[in-house]
């Protein structure tokens, strides 16, 4: 019961964001899907917890999984392509930087000449914003736990995500942007896949 009050929860603090919009403070907006995934997250865990083990409680976590991905996705959509939430006007679209590392300079000098955390706080959002990709892939598709699959992929995917944003002038291509999403998909990606080697342990040493 506990487990749907928390999913309830969460569907709730998501109707009252899209209903508000951009009445609410950027940090307010950022805030809703961290709290959304941990509030839904416990009532995953709690329920899984009442679930003998075997294929009834992976098939929950599973589907629960399938719902993240479905979130995040929506989250990724609104962020990268459309305005409205999140204080973002897309109508700038259609500009191109190719030098590597070249935003990223600008944003360090920028910090170094103003001290203001805005330039590092993008900087870190480009990184964290491709985490879940890294965390997800490998924990719903088998294929995926091996890098020399995924990781191509999680490079593939953030060089298709700027050229469709400088395609469609909804965002400015960023050679650096796909930079710094490649290295959040691949923490990711290190730490869902060290956690299940560290399960498989236990489970190995447990049998014995």
């Not at 899984?48 to 399938?66: C, F, S, T």
């Not at 590092?120 to 480009?126: A, H």
Request: charged residues 15%.
């Amino acid at each position: 019961m506990i487990h749907l009050i928390c999913y309830g929860a969460a569907a709730a603090l998501n109707l009252a964001w899209l209903l508000l919009g951009d009445r609410l403070s950027l940090w307010t907006q950022v805030s809703v899907p961290v709290i959304t995934v941990l509030v839904a997250g416990i009532g995953v865990a709690l329920r899984l917890w009442e679930l003998p083990r075997g294929d009834a409680r992976r098939r929950y976590l599973r589907g629960a999984l399938w719902v993240f991905l479905a979130y995040y996705l929506a989250i990724l959509s609104v962020l990268l392509f459309f305005g409205g939430l999140f204080h973002m006007d897309r109508g700038w679209g259609g500009n191109i930087n190719l030098e590597p590392f070249h935003t990223i300079r600008n944003y360090i000098r920028y910090y170094r000449n103003t001290g203001s955390h805005v330039s590092i706080f993008n900087l870190l959002g480009n990184v964290v914003i491709m985490a879940p990709m890294g965390v997800l892939l490998p924990a719903l598709f088998r294929p995926l736990r091996r890098f020399w699959l995924t990781i191509p992929l999680l490079a593939v995917i953030p060089v298709a995500v700027e050229c469709l944003q400088w395609r469609t002038a909804t965002g400015a291509a960023d050679v650096d942007d796909a930079i710094l999403n490649f290295i959040g998909g691949v923490l990711g990606y290190i730490f869902v896949r060290t956690c299940q080697m560290i399960h498989a342990h236990w489970e190995k040493k447990r049998a014995q």
